[in-house]
C-alpha cells in the first residue's frame, strides 16, 4: 500500500456530531381552547352544503318557470288565433248582404228607393210611401249588394227559429186538473219573432 493511499483512507475524526435538537412548543391552555373544534367544521359544511341545495333549487324553479312561461306563450298565441277567426266571423255575419239574406228569410221586403219619414210631433207621413215589391231582393242584379260566397254555409234565422222551437213539450206547468197554470211561458209558433212576456 503505497503512503498516499495511506493518507486517503484515514479513519474518520473522533469528535461526537450534534444531534438535531427538536424544539417544541408547549401551548397554553387558553390557546388550546381556542382552536376551531369539530362542531365549527361541521356548521361549515352543513352552510356549504345548504347554499349548494338553495342553488340547485333555484335553477330548478328558474327552468320550470320558463317551461311554465314558454307554454303560456303558446296558449296565447292559440287563443289570438282563435280571437282572430272569430272575429273574421262575426264581421262575416253583421255584413249586410248576410243582414238583407236573413231580413228576407223572416218576411221583410225592399221597399223604394224614396225615402219616407214619420214625425213624430203630429204623426204626419213625410213622402210618398210605395209597397215593396214582391220578390225584390237587395243582392243581386236587382239590388245593391254583391252576393257574398263566404254566406253559403250560415243558417237562416228562420231556420234557426224553427229548429229551437221544433221540439216543443209542453214545459208549461201543469196543475193537478191538467189545466196548464197562470204565468206559464207561452211557445213562439215556428217562423214568428218570439216577444217578450209582460205581467
Known sequence: MSAAHAYSTAAPSLQPQAEPRHIRIVTTRAQRTARPRALYALITVIGLFTIFMAQLLLSIVTSDGAYQLASLQSQQRSLAQEQQALSENLSLLGSQQNL????????????????????????????????????????????????????????????????????????????????????????????????????
Open 100 to 199: 238583407a239574406v236573413q231580413a228576407e228569410s223572416l218576411g221583410m221586403v225592399l221597399g223604394s228607393t224614396t225615402p219616407v219619414f214619420l214625425r213624430l210631433s203630429d204623426g204626419a207621413v213625410i213622402g210618398t210611401p210605395v209597397p215593396g215589391g214582391e220578390g225584390a231582393s237587395a243582392i243581386g242584379a236587382a239590388g245593391s249588394l254583391v252576393p257574398n260566397a263566404l254566406l253559403v254555409d250560415v243558417p237562416l234565422v228562420d231556420q234557426t227559429l224553427a229548429n229551437a222551437t221544433a221540439p216543443t213539450a209542453p214545459t208549461a206547468p201543469v196543475g193537478g186538473d191538467g189545466q196548464i197554470t197562470a204565468g206559464a211561458p207561452a211557445t213562439t209558433p215556428p217562423g214568428s219573432l218570439p216577444s217578450p212576456v209582460t205581467r
